[in-house]
């Protein structure tokens, strides 16, 4: 299982991890502080419309209550307001009842019941008809009657001209209007009142209120009340009595239809919300890829290549006018100045390499007197007249009496003879010349021996390549200890931007290392290669000169350490100055080498680069402007 450190280290050791893990959390901030934002609004604001619409089905309850009495009461003023009824009243008869107190007139006005009664209470006439059934029921007609005839109901009716309002009768809920008889214009003393009740049913009242509804018994717990149960709202009307005591209650359920609105708003507001911050933080992500985190890693990537080949070089800013852009000018030029402090520090150790230890020269020194040595024992040994005794010999018989034959063999042997010798002497004077070059070589080598300063590269001569490596060549071709073929192959005659004995010394140091290669594979014989042409890349300034050898080789990964100071490629403990002091006097002058080989036994080749005497003057003012700095 990882480490929380390990996972911490993971996070943050990418710059576009951060910001993506700094998005996501802050993202989510935003998300809980948005749902927590919209869930009080919404929930405030569905919940006040919500509760206005329980107001409503509460306030259509009561108006539907009202409406039933409302009813009641205009079938009762119809019938109370009437000349017959109050004739009725005053004189009771047979024909009134026959017409008016039969099951069909109470089928037309839709009541249940209906009771005359005088004030006195000397008459009382009550009807109560099963509407469905068509039946009289007489025992709800008594209990009708013992409640519109009680003194508190007559008491109630003696002070109002008409009332409403609802009476039990055994579970029977009806809505009762009790109104005062009078003649039709209104006018008379009223006698008494009558009453007119309708049963109300559940239907009736879901009928009314357009839902699902019923009349139960009245609980004091809980009336008035509004209960929430779930995704839907109880609702529970008292129904009230004449007196206003609660006789039963409606009862009905609505759904939270504005509350499960609200919860579908909320979740789709936050699914809504959450797929547009996913969208901006992706399209941002995407952005601080284009803008930000491609730049830099483009800009990591080009330090990194600066790191690996240590060569110098700009790195494009594409004219960004932001902190990214003023990073890469910056950076480049900085990049100047290291360049230039490279110039200054490579001036500085040509200067060092040159003149702090005589090591480096003698070893230049030697390389130069090397074919001197090579050439002087090959004239001892060939100075000496190998037929010396013949040639006395065939003088003293030429001077004693001999036939004529005799003497054109000895003139003719004679003669051979001095034609060898005067071979000889022609090679020898060669030989001589080849050597008395190489001293010439060692006295210039002393004498470029200058004091610690660069003010002599100012007047530095210029040199043709040609006849330098051609003097150089010497170095191999009389090698003690080996046979060593050199084949020169040249474009053109180049002039070199660098003084000859220089250039010289560079060749020879690379000369003597290709025959030290070549001994080093024991097989006593090899062959040089040097090959000069025009720099492709650029042809006005630059030559390209490679020395290739058949020696034992090297790995190729050494190529970069065989430059360092102290470091000899044989092993030698008084070796080691020649590539290092190579190196370095070509960068000083504009050229450059490397080394390189395909392994072990393969050879190697030095590939140099040598500035052309047009782009002289040029490197030599940065050089003396570095040294001045």
Not at 141 to 150: D, I, P
Not at 532 to 537: E, I, L, Q
Request: contains cysteine.
């Amino acid at each position: 299982m990882p480490r929380a450190h390990d996972i911490k280290r993971y996070l943050t050791a990418s710059l576009s991890r951060r910001l993506g893990l700094n998005l996501f959390a802050y993202s989510l901030f935003g998300l809980f502080a948005i749902l927590l934002l919209l869930g009080t609004v919404i929930d405030d604001r569905f919940s006040r419309l919500e509760n206005k619409e329980i107001e409503g089905h509460v306030e259509r309850s009561k108006a539907m209550l009202q409406l039933f009495e409302d009813t009641a009461k205009t079938r009762a003023l119809d019938w109370a307001v009437w000349d017959e009824s109050f004739d009725y009243l005053r004189s009771p008869n047979q024909a009134y009842e026959d017409a008016n107190l039969n099951l069909s007139s109470m089928r037309n006005i839709e009541i249940s019941a209906m009771s005359l009664v005088r004030f006195d209470g000397s008459l009382r006439k009550t009807i109560f008809f099963d509407l469905q059934g068509g039946k009289p029921d007489l025992a709800a007609a008594s209990l009708f009657e013992q409640k519109v005839s009680a003194p508190g109901f007559t008491a109630i009716m003696r002070g109002a001209e008409v009332k409403t309002g609802f009476v039990r009768i055994d579970d029977r809920i009806l809505v009762v209007a009790g109104a005062q008889v009078l003649r039709s214009d209104e006018t008379g003393t009223p006698q008494g009142y009558l009453v007119m009740g309708k049963i109300l049913s559940d239907a009736d009242i879901a009928e009314a209120l357009q839902l699902p509804a019923r009349i139960g018994p009245y609980g004091s717990a809980e009336i008035p009340n509004v209960t929430h149960s779930g995704d839907r709202v109880s609702i529970v009307e008292r129904i009230a009595g004449f007196a206003g005591e609660p006789v039963a209650a409606v009862r009905f359920s609505v759904p939270r239809s504005l509350h499960q609105e609200g919860l579908n708003l909320l979740w789709l507001t936050v699914g809504g919300v959450a797929l547009l911050l996913t969208a901006m933080i992706l399209l941002l992500n995407w952005r601080l890829r284009d803008v930000l985190i491609r730049p830099v890693a483009a800009f990591q990537a080009h330090v990194s290549h600066i790191t690996a080949s240590g060569e110098l070089e700009h790195f494009a800013d594409e004219g960004r006018g932001d902190e990214l852009g003023a990073l890469y000018r910056e950076f480049n030029r900085m990049t100047d100045e290291l360049e230039t402090l490279r110039a200054k520090v490579e001036a500085q150790s040509f200067t060092i390499g040159k003149n702090e230890s005589a090591t480096d020269i003698m070893h230049n020194v030697r390389n130069a007197i090397s074919p001197v040595q090579a050439i002087l024992g090959k004239l001892d040994q060939r100075l000496r007249f190998p037929a010396e005794e013949k040639v006395e010999r065939a003088l003293q018989e030429l001077a004693a009496p001999a036939t004529a034959e005799r003497q054109a063999s000895l003139a003719a042997f004679v003669k051979a003879a001095m034609a060898k010798l005067q071979a000889d002497l022609s090679q020898h004077r060669s030989d001589v010349r080849e050597a008395l070059r190489s001293v010439g070589h060692v006295n210039e080598a002393i004498t470029a021996v200058r004091p610690a300063d660069r003010s002599h590269l100012e007047t530095a001569a210029n040199c043709e390549l040609t006849p330098v490596i051609g003097s150089s060549s010497a170095i191999a071709r009389h090698s003690q200890d080996a046979a060593v073929s050199v084949a020169f192959s040249c474009q053109d005659r180049y002039r070199i931007a660098m003084p000859r004995v220089l250039l010289a010394q560079i060749i020879d140091n690379l000369l003597t290392n290709a025959v030290e290669a070549i001994v080093a594979t024991g097989r006593g014989q090899g062959e040089i290669q040097i090959d000069a042409v025009s720099d492709p890349g650029d042809p006005e300034h630059c030559v390209c000169v490679t020395i290739q050898d058949d020696g034992d080789g090297f790995i190729p990964d050494m190529a970069p350490t065989l430059f360092e100071r102290g470091r000899s490629g044989r092993n030698k403990a008084s070796g080691g100055i020649g590539l290092h002091w190579c190196a370095n006097t070509l960068n000083a002058y504009g050229g450059s080498i490397r080394l390189e080989s395909d392994g072990p036994g393969c050879g190697s080749r030095a590939l140099l680069r040598l500035p052309l005497e047009r782009a002289a003057q040029i490197s030599r003012e940065a050089v003396l402007d570095a040294d001045a700095a």
